[in-house]
Structure formats: C-alpha cells, structure tokens
C-alpha cells in the first residue's frame, strides 16, 4: 500500500530528472538539429491535415447547434458567431487540436523511444558518449513547442471558416452577421491566451510521451502499455492545465 501512495511522487520526480538532465545539455544543438527539423516535419507538416480537418468539424457542429439552441425571433442570429468565433480562438482550436495530437505524436514518440529502450539502443547511445536524455528529448519537445502553436494559428483559421461557410448554408447567418457577432465579443488577449495553451499542451504532451518511452521495460509489451500511458495521461494533464490556466489567466 505504501508504494502504491508513493508511486505517483516517484514517476514525477523521475520525469523531472529526465527533463533536467536533458535541457542541462541543450546548448549543443549540433548535436541533435537534424533531428530537431524532423520532428518538427513530423509534428507541424505531417499532422497539419488532421488538425485542419478536426477543428473544421468540430466548429462546424458547434455553428450548427449554436443556430439549433438559438433558433428563436428573440435573439439575433448574430449571436451565432458571437459565441463560435471566441470559443474556437479561446478553447476549441487548442484543445481539439491536442487531443489529436496527443493520439498521434503522443503515441509515436513513446513508441519509438520505448523501442529503442527494449533493444538496447539507448544503451548503446550512452556508450557512444552521447547524452541519450539531451539527443531524444530536446528536440522532441522544442519541435513540440513550436509546431503546436503555428498548428492552432491554422486550427483557428479554419474553424472560423468552416462555421462561416457551414452557417451560410444552413441559411443560419450570413458572413457579414458571423464576423459581426464574434467582433462583438473579441478581446486582443484571446489570440495570446490560445498561444499561451498551445505552447504548455506541446511542452506536456512531448514530455510526458518522452518520459513514458525512454524509461519502457517489459519488451514488446512494454512498449504498448508506454505508448498507452502516454496517450491517456497526455490528455488528463492537457486538461488540467486547460483548467490551471483558465483560472489563472481569465
């Protein structure tokens, strides 16, 4: 029972081990730049089309329901884009968008890393000389830190499209009252709160999938139960800081 209780403590203070010893080496970034472009190509290109295509329906359905619970003479259509147009740039785009990716590069970094665990070939880097923490995890997570907030820039811009054109055909608004009602209740700071989300999502779910894959035993088994523990407990955390930074933010 004791171990149990003490286990949660010791996989934290194991994963923060690991991220210091691998950013104590980070300046040398010749080491690990081709890697790092990559992972970016990995991250930001290769999952573009997914996230693209999440967050336009996902906005798509939230214009629909939107026209659906407002579909009364008493509240201007207006309304419609007052409440789709912040809700993708504040929540929808960031958090659908790490959810994908959770799913995706959650599960392919913890997969490769927990491989390489089981077949010696992290072993083998730390042989070589190289420092297997600082040549793995970096340039994962940087290129997880950069690429999750150019992913949501696009994210927005075509959930904001997609309820535009959806809410124009469903005869629900036209584009003048969409982008008049979500001017309504813009604020300059949503765009940098949306950054501030998507930057922490990469940062946790990379590390997080970094953690789970490098430190992998048990064989090919192993590497499942890693890859699945990555993805699960990568969108728990994404939802708690969604929530930390809500209130400490809003």
Known sequence: MYDRLIAPFNAFGQYVLLLVRAFRSADE?????????????????????????????????????????LSTYFIPSTFIGAMVGPSVILELAAVSSAFVLASRIGARI????????????????????????????????????????????AACLVGVGSGIVVGDIAGLLSLHDFM???????????????????????????????????????GAEGVGVSTTEAVVQGCLYVLLADLVLAVVLL
Do not use: H
Not at 44 to 67: H, K, N, R
């Open 29 to 69: 970034i010749e080491v690990y730049r081709a890697t790092w472009v990559q992972q970016m190509v990995i991250i930001g290109i290769e999952s573009l089309p997914i996230v693209l295509m999440a967050a336009a329906f996902s906005s798509a359905v939230m214009t629909l329901q939107a026209g659906y619970q």
């Open 110 to 153: 913890a997969a490769e890393l927990g491989s390489m665990r089981v077949t010696g070939q992290i072993d083998a880097l730390e042989t070589m000389g190289l420092n297997s923490a600082c040549y793995l995890v970096v340039p994962r997570v940087l290129a997880g830190v950069f690429m999750f907030p150019m992913l949501y820039v």
């Open 180 to 218: 008049y009602g979500a001017r309504q209740f813009y604020e300059p700071f949503d765009p940098f709160f949306g950054l501030t989300k998507a930057v922490t999502f990469g940062f946790i779910i990379t590390s997080i999938a970094c953690y789970k894959g490098y430190y992998t035993t048990g």
